[in-house]
């Protein structure tokens, strides 16, 4: 089983920008084998000057490819948008870039970031780096393959309904999952939906999780003291359901560690949460997809139509996800009502942080993902424990309802399970709240550590 020596900001920042960019540039080629990238930057181009100035000179970085960079194609992972260049930067990206980040290539994903094994049939499947047989996760797996292997300290991805936590959980390291917005719009990515669609980071450390997030966002960074007690609800029902046994074993390791450090665990119950999320989650995708990937498209220079586009589509669950798109159209007064069982959902979540007596819990925390990585090639369904079960609602089955209802969340590494597979424990909040959760993910990164 191969090992990478992850890195992190603090430690790229040796040597000269350019030095840095060359080193990286070498690193991703060095583990090409993984299918992590698309797309790798020659750092002898003579345009290509890496910042010396700023609170990120040099430092590289990679960015999923359905994220734009300006001088850089945008595939979205997809054959129709192969070679298109939109020829800006995301928002995100553009932050960064002022910071004196450099790009140092763009990263390879489940196409069009309709899914969450990174198993891309057109360029590629993303590889997991602990054990090449088995799944990096997605759709971000391949930014969170940049990160665990070492070529990146911290790289961009997106997340629909888990796609930068689930990658994390799988790869051993950090995923961020903002608030929708605070990171930007859907212009300038290949994105799904309006409502539930963020860009984010995956990186080695919740500290330079919270370094990106200052710049991009522009908000300071909240602290927790450490005489202060942390409060965090354990949603037993629904999130704790269904767990693989080494899963369940490494979570329940890791809540013992924070109890026996003083952490308050408190069991609560985010109501109706996963019926809510099955009832509105899907339905608001497939109505907005229709709307956000030919809006993209319109906004290229040049490039595919949405017919164009969808024929181009190789991956057979994403064919099949937008051909039912199409083919069955959800009607406006449907997603109204969906959007309003979002509102209760939404709710649910409030009332979950709320403590008898007054006062309110720090985020709630449960497991990521309730299996480690899946083989590569179970796109369908999958061994848990000796039962073949859903590959892709048992992936989703935690991150998918904060998702819809718009939390912001973190996934941390906490320990291993069989084969020395990566174990994912997530920490979600109320929107808005990301700063405060930085600062409890922090706290619990180190309680753990």
């Known amino acids: 089983m191969p090992r990478y020596e992850r890195t992190d900001v603090a430690r790229s920042r040796e040597g000269s920008a350019a030095e840095r960019l060359t080193a990286a540039a070498a690193r991703a080629h060095a583990v090409d084998d993984l299918g992590a990238f698309l797309a790798v930057v020659d750092p002898e181009r003579a345009d290509l000057e890496p910042a010396a100035e700023g609170p990120l000179a040099g430092i590289p970085i990679a960015v999923k490819d359905n994220v734009d960079v300006a001088d850089l194609p945008t595939s979205g992972g997809t054959p129709a948008l192969h070679g298109v260049r939109p020829g800006r930067d995301h928002h995100a990206v553009a932050q960064l870039r002022a910071a004196g980040a450099t790009v140092v290539g763009k990263t390879n994903l489940h196409e069009l970031a309709f899914g969450i094994t990174s198993n891309n049939a057109a360029y590629g499947p993303v590889r997991n780096p602990h054990d090449p047989t088995r799944s990096a996760g997605g759709s971000s797996g391949g930014s969170a393959v940049a990160v665990a292997t070492g070529v990146v300290p911290v790289a961009l991805g997106t997340d629909t309904g888990g796609s930068m936590r689930v990658p994390a959980a799988h790869c051993g390291v950090v995923g961020y999952r903002p608030t929708v917005g605070r990171w ?114 319109g906004s290229l220079p040049s490039g595919p139509s949405f017919d164009e586009l969808v024929a181009g589509v190789v991956s057979p669950d994403v064919r099949g996800a937008l051909e039912h798109a199409i083919a069955d159209p959800v009607p ?118």
Not at 236 to 257: I, K, M, N, S, Y
């Open 332 to 449: 406006g007064s449907v997603y109204a009502e969906c959007l309003q069982l979002r509102e209760e959902l939404r709710s649910a979540y409030a009332t979950a942080h709320e403590l008898d007596g007054g006062g309110r819990l720090d985020a709630l925390v449960y497991p990521t993902v309730p299996l480690t990585a899946p083989p590569l090639g179970d796109d369908d369904t999958t061994d848990l424990d000796g039962a073949q079960v859903p590959v892709f609602g048992t992936t989703i089955q935690n991150t998918g309802p904060g998702s819809t209802a718009g939390m912001p969340a973190v996934s941390l590494p906490c320990g291993t399970g069989a084969g020395g597979l990566p174990v994912g424990l997530s920490l979600e909040t109320l929107p808005g709240e990301d700063a405060a959760l930085l600062a409890v993910a922090r706290r619990v990164e180190q309680l753990l550590s």
């Open 184 to 297: 930007g719009g859907l212009d300038g990515v290949v994105g799904l939906s309006g409502t539930r669609d963020t860009v984010g980071a995956l990186a080695g450390t919740v500290a330079d999780v919270v370094l990106l997030d200052q710049v991009v966002s522009g908000a300071a960074p909240a602290t927790v003291p450490h005489a202060r007690v942390l409060r965090l609800g354990v949603p037993l029902p629904g999130f704790f359901d269904g767990l693989a046994a080494d899963v369940a074993e490494a979570v329940g390791r890791a809540l013992d560690t924070l109890a026996d450090a003083g952490v308050e665990l408190v069991e609560v119950d985010v109501a109706g949460a996963h019926e809510l999320d099955a009832r509105c989650g899907f339905p608001i995708v497939f109505h907005e997809v229709l709307r956000t990937l030919p809006a993209y498209l």
